[in-house]
T-cell receptor, first 111, second 113 residues
Framework: DAKTTQPNSMESNEEEPVHLPCNHSTISGTDYIHWYRQLPSQGPEYVIHGLTSNVNNRMASLAIAEDRKSSTLILHRATLRDAAVYYC????????????FGAGTRLFVKA | EPEVTQTPSHQVTQMGQEVILRCVPI?????FYWYRQILGQKVEFLVSFYNNEISEKSEIFDDQFSVERPDGSNFTLKIRSTKLEDSAMYFCASDGIAKNIQYFGAGTRLSVL
């Protein structure tokens, strides 16, 4: 499985945007970039995914570099509820594949 | 929104006892998974299940573990003879064919004493 690299932790102020970076220099052409998050004492939760183009959904935006070797998850206005561990993961775009979790980025949100 | 349901939320057992963790995946999903997370560590893949058989398993998933889909809705993880190091959160997940999004349950906390 292709590897991703994320900072161990980041801090943000409430109501401000947060940009969570991820490097995936060995990404292959068929890998989709997925982001999951894990809130305290909960199971992982899907956030967003994309292949080449930037993506938006109700939770976040995903900005993908032109060479696809890096991506950034953008939370437009961080809330206290967004404090979680965020995982950047590479997956093929079909069901049936396990998710390989790294250590992720722990996001702290200050009031 | 559909969700994956896991029971019980917390299971306490004595070392050497058998436990069964239960999961109800999302109804039209076809792929099912178990993961575990030891306290303070990362989420680890255990096993995936499709078409009534194991499709992939990790080295953690040794002979003391088994999975079963006994009916059309439940998906279970059995640990035959629990060890202290089996204490962890166990997460069930499922996904469909078309959308590569895994949905996770809230987990079962297993405490082996």
């Amino acid at each position: 499985d292709a590897k991703t690299t994320q900072p161990n932790s980041m801090e943000s102020n409430e109501e401000e945007p947060v940009h969570l970076p991820c490097n995936h220099s060995t990404i292959s052409g068929t890998d989709y970039i997925h982001w999951y998050r894990q809130l305290p004492s909960q199971g992982p939760e899907y956030v967003i995914h994309g292949l080449t183009s930037n993506v938006n959904n109700r939770m976040a935006s995903l900005a993908i570099a032109e060479d696809r070797k890096s991506s950034t998850l953008i939370l437009h206005r961080a809330t206290l509820r967004d404090a979680a561990v965020y995982y950047c993961i590479l997956r093929l775009n079909t069901g049936g594949f396990k998710t390989i979790f790294g250590a992720g980025t722990r996001l702290f949100v200050k009031a | 929104e559909p969700e994956v349901t896991q029971t019980p939320s917390h299971q306490v057992t004595q070392m050497g006892q058998e436990v069964i963790l239960r999961c109800v995946p999302i109804s039209n999903h076809l792929y099912f998974y178990w993961y575990r997370q030891i306290l303070g560590q990362k989420v680890e893949f255990l096993v995936s299940f499709y078409n009534n058989e194991i499709s992939e398993k990790s080295e953690i998933f040794d002979d003391q573990f088994s999975v079963e889909r006994p009916d059309g809705s439940n998906f279970t993880l059995k640990i035959r003879s629990t060890k202290l190091e089996d204490s962890a959160m166990y997460f069930c997940a499922s996904d469909g064919i078309a959308k590569n999004i895994q949905y996770f349950g809230a987990g079962t906390r297993l405490s082996v004493l």
